[in-house]
């Protein structure tokens, strides 16, 4: 024990053969790399439980794996374009149904607000004036409330025509103040609105389908997920 | 957060959601709860991308958020929830267990869209089973709603917190976040859906009349005008219930290990009846009386009263204390000790973890340090019956991989090593820990290797889809074998036999992730019983 101290093996502080190792022997290269990435390993392992329930739940968690890719939920990435574009490509596209989230149970800013409201209106607004500009003899007004009575979607029709005899109004003032024309409009929009359901969110910015023709594909990516 | 679950969390949030919903996700799970425009800035994600993420999380519940002051709204995530997410197949095998086909489907819809009304949930489980039945035959709204009233009044699916919609709102500007609540009473209390569903009932059996399933049926457009009956009202699947009905499983199977059929019986008679009055995270069930456990035992199993207190008693003088005995009226009142239970379950996982990565003769010395707590070195080779040199270097084996730890007790204040003892233990919690660890990392890895699989072989899967598309449409028209033959052989021999292997390998990786699963599952357990003891 005593011997150990001063010479040789000075560099260790206690009896070095508690450790295993007996005098003299050499002891072991200090490691200076990492160990293996795959170290062999003594003992195989087990094989996996085999068996009824496990091959169902297998199959099942195989299916959930694809059906989530297939949700609403799972948002892709803005794919680039492929080098080449594949005929098969076009068929292998699947249609995820949409999602509607409850903006209810969402903090507001969550909600899609501003950039969809804008959008809808402009839609809409385009969709008034060009019908204003078609209808502008007065004649064809009278054909025109035929043609909604015909669709029969009471409601809404009143409000498209009073939409159309008020803006024709306010374009009879003249062209030079459009402008304020646009912003009044959206006022009267917006009070309409608000009038129609106060906290259905829903309803408020996702008016009737009908709006979302093929124009304004781009307002649906805002608003449903 | 260890490194290794965040790891994990980004594989299943990516492999679930997509890759942006990952990146908002593992950002939150780093970083802890943050306003919408500091999540914005710090992951570079446009605002409408980061908006749809965080409604997806949150929709899944993985996602929580709060009204700080000034009204700025925080969301934070719940790392150990994106972690369950691991473990949906087993939830749903055992719905398919306790309660069919309909059960299975119920459970699998909460899971997939994270909440659901309860009218949606069962319109579509209906017109998935009326998918799958016959023609002819529909599967009735009134038959699932009855299934989901099991599933809530068993507590496998519970409400999420409700909207508590301010008073006077009409003064006050709207609040910036919705205010969720839960209230207690309601939380498995069913909608009053019954009328409705005799409604629904109604027209899908009028329907039947007609001769139309009404999975074909067209959306009347009726149907989006009639308010809808539980508007508001979601549902979740209440995953804690199933982690107690998996405890309780596990803790029958090992007694029915343990001793014998008929003592697992008893013990799952016994849990049976504290399913209810017990909460899933008490550490023993209620006192039972053995009159009220012999009442309960099911009908056929023909034990006397006798042969039941005998049983009991031996239960209760089984050194590993999965039943307790608590007092001695009623006949003897007896408790299942869940916090005995699971460390024993715990203990025994990492005596087989030792066993089958050590070898034996190290599960003894293991095992013997368990037994006798604290070990000095000498001690443990004599006590093992193992030559000196090969016991170290076991000992230092388990030593080095953190499953035996060491105490030094020095005799005086200079920690002098000759004048100092070395008592090797075993930990059982942090060896634990570092095992639940281990297993993250393997899921990770395992999942890692799968990916890499099937991402290796893409354009051979991605060929085998096309040809069985063919197949599939070329079959629809009614072409002949010989045709379809040639088709079929558009995949050649060797890429069949590649396909084969890959498919194999994929089988066997997912495998091993449920199960590697379920190993987690019982060490989470047993960490939380214990950490909620102490």
């Known amino acids: 024990m005593a011997g150990n101290k001063g010479r040789g093996r000075a560099a260790y502080t206690f009896n070095i053969e508690a450790v295993g190792f007996s005098k003299g022997e050499k002891l072991p290269d200090v490691a200076l790399k990492p160990p293996p990435l795959f170290p062999d390993t003594d003992y195989k392992p087990v094989p996996l439980k085999t068996g009824e329930s496990e091959d169902y739940m297998l199959a099942l968690k195989q299916e959930l794996r694809e059906t989530m890719k297939r949700k609403p939920y799972f948002i892709e990435k803005p794919e680039e374009k492929p ?40 839609s809409k607004n385009a969709k008034g004036t060009d019908k204003v500009s078609s209808l502008i003899d007065t004649a064809d007004v009278l054909k025109k409330i035929e043609e909604l009575e015909k669709r029969g979607d009471g409601e809404k029709s009143d409000e498209e025509y009073e939409e159309k005899e008020g803006s024709k109004e306010k374009r009879k003032e003249g062209d030079d103040n459009e402008d304020d024309n646009d912003d009044a409009q959206q006022e009267d929009y917006e009070d309409e609105e608000e009038l129609e359901e106060e906290n259905d969110y829903i309803n408020l910015y996702f008016e009737d389908e009908d709006d979302f023709g093929a124009d304004s594909d781009d307002n649906m990516d805002e608003a449903t997920y | 957060m260890t490194q290794a679950e965040i790891k994990l969390c980004s594989l299943m949030l990516q492999e679930h959601f997509g890759e942006i919903v990952e990146k908002i996700g593992v950002h939150l799970i780093r970083t802890g709860s943050q306003p919408l425009r500091v999540i914005v800035h710090d992951t570079g994600t446009s605002l409408d991308q980061v908006k749809k993420a965080l409604c997806v999380l949150i929709q899944h519940n993985l996602v929580i958020y709060q009204v700080h002051k000034r009204g700025v709204v925080e969301y934070e995530a719940h790392c150990s929830r994106v972690l369950r997410m691991l473990r949906y197949p087993r939830y749903i095998y055992t719905t398919k267990a306790l309660y069919g086909d309909t059960g299975e489907l119920i459970v699998e819809e909460l899971l ?36 989901f009233m099991q599933l809530a009044d068993t507590r496998f699916v519970q409400r999420c917190p409700m909207v508590h919609a301010p008073e006077n709102s009409d003064t006050q500007p709207p609040p910036p976040a919705p205010n969720l609540v839960i209230n207690e009473k309601d939380m498995y209390l069913v909608p009053k859906l019954s009328l409705i569903g005799k409604g629904k009932r109604r027209r899908s059996s009028d329907e039947d009349a007609a001769g139309e399933p009404a999975a074909k049926r067209p959306k009347h457009p009726t149907d989006n005008k009639e308010p809808i009956p539980d508007d508001g009202i979601y549902w979740q699947a209440n995953l804690d219930r199933f982690h107690q009905h998996f405890r309780d499983q596990t803790i029958v199977s090992a007694v029915a290990n343990r001793m014998d059929q008929t003592s697992s019986e008893i013990v799952r008679a016994m849990l049976r009846m504290s399913e209810v009055t017990t909460s ?66 715990a203990t025994a996982t990492l005596e087989s973890v030792i066993q089958e990565r050590f070898g034996s003769r190290c599960a003894r010395i293991f095992r013997l340090v368990l037994q006798k707590k604290h070990l000095e070195q000498k001690q443990v080779e004599d006590f093992a019956m193992i030559p000196a040199k090969e016991a170290k270097d076991m000992l230092y084996k388990m030593l080095s991989e953190n499953f035996i730890s060491l105490q030094e007790i020095p005799k005086t204040p200079d920690h002098a090593p000759s004048r100092t003892f070395y008592l090797y233990t075993v930990n059982v919690l942090s060896a634990a820990r570092m095992l639940l660890h281990r297993c993250y990392k393997s899921v990770t890895n395992l999942i890692e290797r799968r990916q890499f699989e099937t991402k290796e072989n893409k354009r051979l899967l991605e060929k085998s889809q096309r040809v069985e598309a063919i197949i599939a449409s070329v079959q629809a028209t009614g072409a002949e074998e010989a045709q379809l033959q040639e088709i079929e052989e558009m995949i050649t021999a060797p890429e069949r036999q590649q396909l084969e292997t890959l498919k194999r390998n994929v089988n066997k990786l997912d495998a091993s992730e449920i199960q590697v699963d379920e190993t987690i599952f019982l060490l989470e357990s047993y960490i939380e019983s214990t950490m909620k003891r102490q």
């Open chain 1, 83 to 122: 080098d080449i574009e594949r005929y098969s490509k076009k068929y292998m596209q699947t249609y995820k149904e949409e999602w509607i989230p409850d903006w209810r149970r969402l903090p507001r800013e969550m909600m899609p607000r501003k950039k969809c409201r804008k959008a809808d209106l402009k």
């Open chain 2, 112 to 147: 997939l869209n994270g909440k659901m009304t309860m009218s949606a949930v069962v319109k579509k489980v209906a017109d998935r089973l009326t998918e799958t039945v016959e023609d002819g035959k529909t599967m009735d709204y009134a038959e699932v709603s009855n299934t």
């Open chain 2, 280 to 345: 899933s995270d008490a550490p023993f069930t209620q006192p039972l009386s053995s009159n009220e456990i012999f009442r309960s035992l099911p009908v056929g199993y023909n034990i006397s009263k006798q042969v039941l207190d005998q049983y009991l008693t031996l239960l209760a003088d089984d050194p590993l204390e999965f039943v307790g005995k608590s007092g001695d009226s009623g006949g003897g009142m007896y408790v299942i000790n869940f916090c005995k239970a699971l460390a024993s379950l």
